[in-house]
């Protein structure tokens, strides 16, 4: 199975289950009270699922290792290298 | 099993009469230190800078005692990368492959890291990772970087790989393993190591990590533009409906 028919598999599954909710195929007092909030719940986990993914991006972006250290490091070896190459001849 | 290992390091080169000389120095100066047994195999797609010249030359320096560390195994033009490791595997004597970038951007200081995780669940590939901790890379902006983790959380939702870098290219695989990763992958270009590290997990092959360091090219251009970005995005699409 693709990743494609994975997520249109999870997807339908999540909107299957909103729909049974909001259209009180259910009888239940519970759902009669909250049925506005059950109506917003797809829209209100998007919503957070954006600002989390921003989130994360920009703290990963913020927080990428710079490694100087190893940039230094190959520099000095270049110099090296060149240096022993020249010797050997090239 | 250990005594017998052999790695084959595969180079594919385009125009990198600089870089070719450091790196082949570099790998040199590691490995003998060590008691692996490997050989370099240098792939260049008929560069006109003269690569191949140096190449022969650092034959000449390298290859004493009849021992053939160094191999020179050129093509006519410039073709894909796929079928350079194709190329250079048909070459290959030992049982592990190592792919990297020839133009210092990945170190050979990282080959013991690769191998030991290789050995500690006889993993069929080791993928190196600059975005797990204890790696990174130097000379980016913070756009690139953006870019970059953006792109990379992008696909880590859309195609849960079970792997944190995609895109790179420095790797070691088991060789029947690589052999048979490239003949089932279609995407060229950038989006082909994308692809090999994806149908790794969907053909059911182990996949270990090891942090490593990405210096950008110090020598020569690095290039990320608009192309760059419609290219990856259309090969995530392309992974997404296919794989």
Redesign the interface.
């Known amino acids: 199975m693709?990743?494609?028919l994975e997520?249109i598999g999870a997807v339908v599954a999540g909107l299957s289950i909103w729909y049974v909710l909001l259209t009180n195929s259910i009888k239940s007092q519970f759902l009669a009270e909250w049925r506005e909030s059950i109506a917003l719940a797809p829209f209100v986990f998007l919503i957070l699922f954006g600002v989390y993914?921003v989130v994360?991006?920009?703290w990963?972006?913020a927080t990428?290792?710079?490694?100087?250290e190893?940039?230094k490091e190959?520099?000095e070896?270049?110099v090296e290298?060149?240096n022993?190459?020249k010797s050997?001849?090239? | 099993m250990g005594a017998v290992d052999k790695y084959s390091i595969l180079l594919p080169t385009y125009n990198e009469r600089e870089n070719l000389?450091?790196i082949v120095?570099?790998i040199i100066?590691y490995l003998d230190k060590t008691s692996y047994d490997y050989e370099i195999i240098i792939i260049d797609d008929g560069s006109p800078d003269g690569t191949q010249d140096?190449a022969k030359?650092?034959q000449e320096?390298y290859n004493k005692d009849g021992k053939e560390k160094i191999l020179l195994r050129p093509r006519e033009k410039k073709l894909g990368l796929g079928t350079a490791y194709v190329h250079g595997m048909k070459h290959a004597s030992g049982n592990f492959i190592f792919i990297m970038d020839a133009d210092?951007s990945h170190?050979p200081k990282f080959f013991e890291d690769f191998i030991n995780k290789q050995k500690e669940k006889d993993y069929d590939v080791v993928s190196g990772s600059r975005?797990i901790s204890?790696?990174?890379?130097?000379?980016?902006d913070?756009k690139r970087?953006?870019i970059?983790?953006?792109a990379n959380?992008l696909t880590q939702?859309?195609?849960?790989p079970g792997a944190s870098d995609l895109t790179g290219s420095f790797r070691l695989y088991k060789k029947d393993v690589l052999q048979r990763l490239v003949d089932a992958c279609v995407s060229k270009g950038y989006v082909f190591q994308m692809e090999m590290i994806v149908r790794t997990r969907a053909l059911g092959y182990s996949l270990g990590e090891v942090p490593i360091?990405f210096?950008d090219r110090?020598y020569g251009e690095s290039k990320l533009g608009g192309s760059e970005i419609f290219q990856f995005v259309k090969g995530l699409l392309f992974?997404?409906?296919?794989?």
């Not at chain 1, 990428?64 to 100087?68: S, V, Y």
């Not at chain 2, 790696?135 to 980016?140: F, K």
């Not at chain 2, 992974?239 to 794989?243: N, S």
């Open positions: 693709t990743k494609l997520w993914s994360v991006v920009l990963r972006t990428f290792n710079d490694c100087p190893a940039a190959l520099q070896q270049i290298a060149k022993d190459l050997k001849g090239l | 000389p450091i120095w570099l100066n140096v030359k650092l320096i210092l170190h975005y204890g790696g990174g890379v130097y000379g980016w913070l970087k953006l970059s983790r953006g959380y939702i859309l195609l849960r360091t210096v110090v992974l997404f409906a296919t794989v």
